[in-house]
């Protein structure tokens, strides 16, 4: 394993450590969540019994293939704990999500959550958001209207393809638009006006949700609350 996937997977079992009998769970979706599935699954092997709800169709298959039992939003309305990933996260904790394209599903998972987990590799420390191009969600009549409408905020913004050149469709059957803002140094700024927008459905930032951000460089491990 590389030095990265150790770090993930150090930061995920840290975070599986908050875990405790009976709670309801959020399951990330992304390489750096399935080391946390992972470990939850040998847990309730173990005879750890907790009900958990995926933040996508991958996520769903993997948790079932480890007997994790899955609940959904008609069986509860809040979530001790959730545990995902990011594609960034700022000086002042705000995040990018959605490099896997689950960020709808992620963000209603995160805030029906009370406290969320980040875990995160060394590599994912900016001190402004924008590196990593932002994911929005978008539904897909219109599209061309909404991605004009985004690029004149400011940006360049791409729909994602699949490695077979078709646009990606997420799980909630929309497009995904990966945008070139720059550095991103107001992020509630730009989240608002995107979602001002007829047709945008949810942006990858994370503002003011992350509990706490378990961090890894593959040696250690840190735990930061915001
Ligand atoms: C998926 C996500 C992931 O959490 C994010 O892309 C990080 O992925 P990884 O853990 O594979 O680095 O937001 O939509």
């Known amino acids: 394993m590389d030095k ?11 975070a599986v450590d908050f875990v405790e009998d009976g709670m309801t769970i959020g399951l990330g979706t992304g390489s750096t969540s399935y080391f946390a599935i992972q ?16 933040t ?9 293939a480890v007997h994790i039992p899955l609940i959904t939003f008609s069986d509860v309305k809040e979530l001790d704990l959730a545990i995902d990933g990011a594609d960034e996260v700022a000086h002042d904790y705000s995040l990018t999500k959605g490099g ?4 709808l599903r992620e963000k209603l998972v995160a805030s029906a959550a009370r406290r969320f987990l980040v875990i995160v590799d060394h590599t994912k420390r900016v001190h402004h958001l924008g590196k990593f191009l932002l ?9 061309e209207l ?76 840190t735990v930061e609350y915001p």
Request: with cysteine.
């Open 4 to 14: 990265i996937a150790q770090a993930k997977k150090m930061a995920a079992e840290r």
């Open 39 to 54: 470990r939850l699954g040998e847990r309730v092997a173990e005879g750890l019994r907790i009900r958990a709800i995926g």
């Open 56 to 64: 996508s169709k991958r996520t769903e298959e993997l948790a079932q």
């Open 100 to 103: 896997g394209g689950a960020l």
């Open 135 to 143: 994911p929005v969600e978008v539904v897909p009549f219109a599209w």
């Open 146 to 221: 909404t991605h004009y409408r985004i690029e004149q905020l400011g940006c360049r913004a791409t729909r994602r393809r699949q490695d077979n050149g078709e646009p990606f469709i997420t799980d909630n059957h929309n497009y995904i638009l990966d945008c070139d803002f720059g550095e991103i140094v107001d992020p509630p700024l730009l989240h608002n006006a995107l979602k001002a927008l007829p047709g945008v459905v949810e942006t990858g930032l994370f503002i003011d949700m992350a509990y706490a951000v378990i961090e890894s460089d593959g040696e250690h491990v």
